[in-house]
């Protein structure tokens, strides 16, 4: 399998930018929605797309994201139905795509059959957000066997046995957790942020991006400044309870537009802030 993960990495860091990471909820509302929008998202500025995996207890996720896995569910999304999905429009999509959710429903599915199915469906990395490295034993040779990068967190509580933990075994990229809590829109950036990633990024080869309550173009800006990529989710999740259809399609794609445009060089964070770190 062609490493999508690690090329999209290669060119942006060539072009001295990092990368837009947008978080949809697979399934919300329905499969034919996601399926449709995945290409979109791709055009319109996303570096890199996390399907969230819906599940019946997201306790990582704030009220936003917890409805769209609610809406998925009732919906009839199954992991084995986004997995099929993901093989039908992969063709479709050069953009990487990382599954993201919690361990019971790929534990259900078989860690060894998961890593084997995702990997042919295009599948570029998984990240569970309840499953540590230090419980990642069964899954990271079957990761490793089919090609899956398997991406592990640091939040900003990490301490430096779990910061040399994930050095050593993750892959793919770091998600730096900015805030500590659930996922969600802030008002600000926190403003430990700097020190927080100037200090992991010494300690690490792999890609460095930040998520968790970053939500207009200003605040990607900022984090873009500091990290290897930025992640947005709660903001665009909040489109589907406004919007359906054409108009769901539009308004994400505008937004993502937005977000790029708003980490790019000209709109006022140079290449030497980037470059600092």
Known sequence: MTDRLQHRFAQLKAANEAALVTFITAGDPDLATTARLLPLLGQAGADIIELGIPFSDPMADGPTIQRASERALAAGATLAGVLEMVRSIRGQVATPIILMGYSNPVY???????????????????LLVDLPPEEADELLPAAR????SLIFLLTPTSDQKRIDRVARLGSGFLYYVTVTGVTGVRETVATTLVDDLTRIRQQLTLPVVAGFGIATPEQAGQVAAMADGVVVGSAIVKLFEQ???DQLAHQITALVGRLKQGMTPTAGHSTATRGSL
Do not use: N, S
């Open 145 to 148: 066997k089919a090609g899956l």
């Open 108 to 126: 259900a599915y078989g860690w060894q059959r998961f890593a084997t199915d995702a990997a042919a469906a295009g599948v570029d990395g998984l």
């Open 243 to 245: 919007y359906q259809g």
